[in-house]
């Protein structure tokens, strides 16, 4: 009780110290609104455009700007995991606020864990409260133009309810937690490790083996592996469909969450086990790595 105690003031004291975990998504929502209501006056004519077209297409164009707000969110999310894994523990080596977290009776497993928990449990919970509020406001925004200009809102509610999506996005968020564990890892390694320009030792080092394979025998296995690792998380947990429309193109619908695909992945398990590794590296690396 007293280790999950300590372990819930660890990660409360990083939200405290890091407000950029919440910010900057909630910017890129804004950014997202306030162009969606710019542009909301088009609305009716595209709901009355899509009236009589088949459903799938009426999905298509009628999500695509929740689907965007969507994306941006969940891409910011990772993108400040990146940065924050990077800085979270070599920031405290360079600002000497290691020595004081050091006297307090915290252990470097706790720290680390709290700190691991940031990118891999808050930041998707943040964001998909940040989505799922997005979407909201966009939704009652639309019902609001469309009722003024005398337009049936059915179509959008039929097919756009914030509600109807949650566990498709809270699957979403919580494949790309998982899938990303290791490079987290790796990034939360590096800070524990580098004295300066973590982003250069972070990248560098794959970089150079990349090339060095390339040279040395021809291949690309490790390109191919990062490749996967950055971008292939949705092919890994989702089944898409599509339905033609007059048998000239596709017209994507919905993607269909396959779990019982992306937990019979190779990759995923193989990565959650570098992960584990990679983080006793960095436990190990702060219990002995002193201030800058």
Not at 194 to 215: D, G, K, N, S
Request: charged share 15%; with cysteine.
């Amino acid at each position: 009780m007293k280790a999950g105690r300590t372990l819930y003031w660890s990660v409360r004291r990083e939200l405290w110290e890091n407000r950029s975990l919440y910010v900057a998504p909630l910017a890129i929502a804004a950014v997202m609104l306030f162009g969606f209501l710019v542009t909301s006056g088009q609305l009716a004519e595209s709901v009355r455009g899509v009236s009589a077209l088949e459903p799938a297409k009426q999905l298509a164009l009628l999500a695509r700007p929740y689907d965007v707000a969507a994306v941006l969110v969940m891409v910011t999310s990772v993108i400040v995991g990146w940065f924050y894994c990077l800085d979270a523990l070599h920031g405290e080596r360079r600002d000497r606020s290691i020595l004081f977290w050091k006297s307090l009776p915290v252990s470097d497993l706790t720290t680390v864990m709290a700190k691991a928990l940031i990118p891999l449990v808050v930041l998707p919970l943040i964001a998909f409260a940040i989505i799922l509020a997005t979407q909201t406001v966009m939704l009652l925004a639309s019902t609001l133009m469309l009722a003024v200009k005398g337009v049936s809102a059915a179509p959008l509610w039929t097919h756009l309810s914030p509600i109807r999506g949650t566990g498709v996005l809270l699957y979403g968020l919580a494949v790309l937690a998982l899938w990303y564990a290791p490079i987290y890892a790796w990034l939360l390694l590096v800070s524990a490790w580098a004295q300066r320009a973590t982003f250069l030792w972070a990248v560098l080092p794959p970089v150079a083996i990349l090339i060095l394979e390339r040279i040395v025998f021809g291949t690309s296995h490790l390109g191919t592996l990062l490749q996967l690792r950055l971008a292939g998380s949705y092919s890994q947990a989702f089944t898409t469909k599509a339905a033609s429309r007059d048998g000239k193109w596709p017209i994507p619908v919905d993607p269909i969450p396959d779990p019982i695909k992306f937990l019979g992945t190779p990759g995923l398990w193989v990565g959650l086990i570098v992960a584990m590794a990679l983080l006793a590296a960095a436990i190990w690396l702060r219990r002995r790595r002193e201030p800058i």
